[in-house]
Structure formats: structure tokens, C-alpha cells
């Protein structure tokens, strides 16, 4: 459509400079011989027409190519310097050309709405850090400040305070701990070390970390299906932060005498892994955030609970290191429920 259009053009061009030299060359004629032979203009015609169209259709060809030529430079600055030498049929790549600028405007705004989520991510994380570095920070120079103003000689308060301040150290170690490894599964620097390893030991040990915790409010820690062995390829070390982490999510968040399973099924080659507790439930519009670091759904809450806020981030990002990937579902009702698979051996 468009080479019969440019074609179209040239000859429209062509057929008024050829009317217009015949007629120059008529006139001429008429003026110098009494009987002009019309043998000549209807040459000058032809000739001034075929020369015509083949310049002026050279030249818009010509014209059209140095414009495409200079938007494939601004689209296509990644390509190859020989790509962008190759010259380019510019009648033929007229509509590729304006399919590959909207494209490309396309995803230079797509780009852009990605920058602002990550600029908006960027600035929740670093007030949500400064928050959590804050309280502790805080607690920790208001407990040494009455300390030197005199409680330190009195046992009353001297005791107390200086083990709240440790826990006050505590918290903020363990944040410093959480980030680091957090950063480090991120950027590949934390190696996995897999080896065989039965998930049914690594499920008990943890639950017996957990024991004294669900006993004081009651809920049971439950392996689904009594068995013995239950063999992964996994960095055992690791897996057991993901169980320590949910069971302790658990038991924080679920309802006293409630329960948190653990539940394994054998898929082909993988172990289908459930974590489950009949806590209240968390609402819909929060799961797709909550492996986010320090996303809270309940600050107030969260801060009596305790904890980093780091924790199902790193859940996330360890079943992610070991090629799988976790998902939750919850009901306000029944609980929630954490998934994900592991290699069988």
C-alpha cells in the first residue's frame, strides 16, 4: 500500500513537470515556427516524465530513508554498530518502523510505572527500617541515660534495666543478622550445601525448639501423617530456618488451643510440603504482600509479637534458592496455609 502510494506520487510529480516542459517546449515552437512538429514535445514529454519519476522517486526514497534511518537510531541504540549500518527498504519498513515506535513507547512507560512501584518500594523499606532500627536503638539510650543519672547503683533498677537493654542488643543483632542474609540469598553470595536429609527429623527438632512457646498458649504442633523417613535434596540448615519460621508464625498469630501441622506429600519428584494453622486468617488483600520485608498487617499487634518482620522473606527467598517457590492461602474461618515443593531423592 504504501510503495503504490509513494509510486503514485512520483508519477502525479513526474506528469506535471512533463506537462509543463511539453508546454514550455510547444509554446516555443509556436513562437519561432509557423508549423511546430509535434513529434518534439510529445518526445520532451516522455523524456522529461521517465527521468522525472525515477528522480523524484530516488530522491523521497531517499528522504524517507534518512528519517527512518534517524528513528532507528533512537529505538535501536542497543543494536549492533553493522545492524545499523544495513540500510533499510524505507517504503517497506514504513509500518514496521511505526509498529517498533509504539512498542517501544509502550515499554518505555511500562519502564517507568516499574521505576515508581520501585521508588515507592524503596522509600516504604527504608521508613519501615529506620522504624524497626529506631524502637530498639531508642529503648537502649533511654535505659542507659537513667543508668548514668544514678539507677546504676541501685539494684532495684540497675538489674532490670540493663536486661532490657540486652534484649533491646538482641533484637538489633538478630535484624542485622536477618538483612545480612537476606542481601546475600539475594545477590547468590549465600551458597546452598544440599545433601540428602530427612525432613520428618528436621520438623521434630524444630518443633521441639517450639514446644514451651505453643504449650503457653496451647496449641498443638502436629506432624499430619506419623512417618519415619521423608528424603530431600535440600541445605538442611536452611529448610530448617523455613520450618522454624512458620511453625514460630504459627504459634504467634494462631488462636490459643489451636494447632499448626506440617504435612508431606510425595509428588513424582518432589515433596509437597504444607504448613498449615486454624488461626483467624489473614484478609485477601494482604497476601500478595506479606513475603514482603517488614510489610505488617496489623502493626500494632506485630509490635507486641515481636520479631524482625524479616521472617517470611526469608522463607521466600530460601524455597527460592531451592528452585521452588511458596505460596499462602487463608480463610478467616479454617487458617492459613504455607506450600511449597522440594526435590525428592
Sequence with gaps: MQEDSLKKLSVIIALILSLVSAGVCLLAMWSFESKPNALVPISVFLLTFLSGFFLVNSFLENFIYSKIKLIYRTINQFKSIDDAKKKIDPVVSLERVKHEVEQWGKARSEEIEEYKKREAFRREFIGNLAHELKTPIFNIQGYVFTLLDGAVDDPKYAVPY??????????????????????????????????????????????????????????????????????????????RQVFDNLISNGIKYGKEEGKVEIDFLKIDKAIHVEVSNDGPGIDAKHLPRLFERFYRIDHSRNREIGGSGLGLAIVKHIVEAHGSSITVTSDQETGTVFTFNLEKV
Design 162 to 239: 540493663l536486661q532490657r537493654t540486652e534484649r533491646s542488643v538482641e533484637r538489633l543483632i538478630s535484624l542485622v543478622k536477618d538483612l545480612d542474609q537476606i542481601s546475600k540469598l539475594e545477590s547468590g553470595a549465600l551458597q546452598l550445601e544440599k545433601k540428602p536429609t530427612n525432613l520428618v527429623d528436621l520438623v521434630n527438632e524444630s518443633m521441639d525448639s517450639y514446644s514451651e512457646q505453643a504449650n503457653a498458649k496451647g496449641i498443638k504442633l502436629i506432624l499430619a501423617k506419623p512417618q519415619d523417613r521423608v528424603m530431600a535434596h535440600i541445605d538442611p540448615q536452611r529448610i
